[in-house]
């Protein structure tokens, strides 16, 4: 909207802060999808090929709880930077077109759409389980998987087995919904504290700066970031040390150090 003209007032990108998403998205959901995949399948994870859509702090978090779960984990990107990480975090990186031939278990968690689509479908394997943590229920192409399907059927609560003209069945967790908020109950408080702080406190500075913005869109302000952060610290009983003068000056100086 900033780019096409039609924004008509500020607005701060909370959900870019990094006490933000370094942290809520990471450690949120990366617990909480697993704890929604669970509770709707009871699968054992451990030994399982665990598909993960996407690199970012959410497929971060949820790689991490994966694997330690026993789970082998294979990601799948579209960004040569974030497929490098997660090859030298120790993962398999491939394509969608190989993972769906091997993958148990898929989690899409990319914030766009068709990131599971007709052609990955008719190459799983029976009994795979698909799951979305990222966005709408637009990831997993629903409409091309009915469409590839003989009979539709509900076997338990969040689990709808698709039967494939092929035979085959595959399972949809929360009809495609963030399975996290679905099938279990979103993250735990402890994280999203962080979140409601940023949100509260750039409303905060909104109210009192929000005049002499312009209609743009504009990071949360380092301060306000930096100031959730000591506060969660201290909410956790966390001390941290301080700079000392000699230190800030070494820092910020050209002639000394490199």
Same mark, same amino acid.
């Given at each position: ?12 990108? *909370? ?77 398999? *990186? ?165």
């Amino acid at each position: 909207m900033e780019a096409e003209g039609v924004l008509r007032y500020p607005i701060i990108a *909370v959900n870019d802060a990094k006490t933000k998403h370094f942290f809520d998205n990471r450690y949120g959901t990366g617990q909480s999808t697993i704890d929604g995949i669970l509770r709707a399948t009871n699968v054992l994870l451990a030994g399982k090929n665990f598909v993960v859509a996407g690199y970012g702090w959410c497929g971060r978090g949820l790689a991490m709880r994966a694997h330690g779960m026993g789970a082998n984990v294979i990601i799948t990107e579209v960004d040569p930077l974030k497929a490098l990480e997660a090859v030298m975090d120790g993962y398999r *990186v491939m394509p969608m077109a190989e993972a769906a031939r091997v993958g148990d278990i898929f989690v899409s968690v990319t914030g766009d759409k068709h990131v599971f689509r007709k052609e990955h479908f008719q190459k799983m394997k029976d009994g795979a389980i698909l799951a979305n943590s990222g966005h709408f229920n637009v990831e997993i192409d629903i409409p091309a998987l009915e469409s590839l399907s003989k009979r539709k059927r509900r076997i338990r609560e969040h689990v709808e087995e698709y039967t494939l003209k092929t035979g085959r069945r595959l399972f949809l967790l929360g009809e495609g919904r963030l399975v996290n908020l679905a099938a279990a109950e979103g993250h735990p408080a402890a994280v999203m504290d962080m979140s409601f702080a940023n949100q509260a406190l750039t409303a905060e500075y909104l109210k009192k700066s929000g005049t002499k913005l312009k209609p743009k869109v504009y990071s949360v302000p380092e301060k306000i970031d930096k100031d959730v952060a000591r506060l969660k610290l201290r909410s956790m009983g966390v001390k941290i040390d301080r700079l000392t003068p000699e230190q800030k000056r070494y820092l910020a100086s050209w002639q000394e150090g490199t």
